[in-house]
């Protein structure tokens, strides 16, 4: 399970809905294709983003991006979408114990990387929950691809809370009734329909799995207007460069 690329050292208890009402500063950023219309000054800034629902570094790849989006919000209009990637395609679906898994993955080196985790997401103001199932994320990725259908802004937020859940509270990612949970909780309407066929979107997620991942060896991976890419939980202020830059 590769949770740290070679390219960076940053590849790869509060209240639930406080930290939610938090991440939705950033929805109206999101929607770009209307924001433009509002407001042809701002340059847009295009961001594909390939991660994992289980890899902790794209969800702090994600925070430091919404802190520079915050930072630059009357400079730019965002549109960011999600690409799936899977850290372990073989995963069991009906999931293993997370402990137990990383034991077995990393050997000795388990509790140092559970140490450094732990610490990076006390610097975000969260604290690194290792407890409960990890496995398969094809789910969780065929509902991204559904909340994109239904808005990027919904998309962002979903990842939000699909990682608060996983990473903070131990759900589990391979959980239909966390994943539903967490659509609603965004906004996300006909999740519960969607999910319930296993063949819907499985064909829209292998076509990006295929197109955007196939070329990458680690995430986070971003890239910003088609040109600046980077790869890793880059801190804000690179974030922001590259928004200079494109």
């Not at 990890?134 to 259908?149: E, P, Q, V, Y």
């Not at 990612?173 to 006909?190: M, P, R, T, Y």
């Not at 991942?213 to 040109?227: D, M, Q, R």
Request: hydrophobic fraction near 35%; glycine fraction near 8%.
């Amino acid at each position: 399970m590769r949770l740290v690329s070679v390219k960076s050292n940053l590849l790869h208890k509060v209240s639930p809905s406080l930290l939610f009402q938090k991440a939705c500063r950033y929805k109206g950023i999101m929607s770009a294709s209307e924001s433009v219309g509002n407001n042809t000054e701002k340059k847009l800034i295009k961001i594909d983003i390939s991660s994992d629902t289980v890899c902790p570094w794209c969800f702090v790849g994600k925070k430091n991006l919404d802190k520079a989006i915050a930072a630059s919000k009357d400079q730019y209009d965002f549109e960011i979408r999600w690409h799936p990637f899977q850290l372990n395609p073989s995963a069991p679906k009906e999931g293993i114990n997370k402990k137990e898994f990383y034991r077995n993955k990393f050997g000795s080196q388990t509790e140092r990387i559970e140490a450094r985790m732990s610490e990076v997401f006390r610097g975000l103001g969260l604290e690194y929950n290792l407890s409960g199932l990890t496995g398969n994320t094809l789910d969780s990725h065929r509902l991204m691809h559904f909340a994109g259908k239904k808005g990027l802004d919904k998309q962002h937020n979903l990842m939000e809370v699909l990682s608060l859940g996983y990473f903070t509270q131990a759900k589990f990612i391979g959980d239909q009734e966390f994943l539903l949970e967490s659509a609603k909780e965004v906004g996300i309407e006909g999740a519960e329909e969607f999910l319930r066929d296993p063949n819907n979107g499985l064909k829209e997620v292998n076509e990006e799995l295929e197109k955007y991942s196939a070329s990458i060896t680690g995430v986070p991976y971003f890239v910003i207007n088609g040109s600046q890419k980077l790869s890793g939980a880059q801190p804000p202020e690179v974030f922001l460069r590259a928004f200079q830059v494109v």
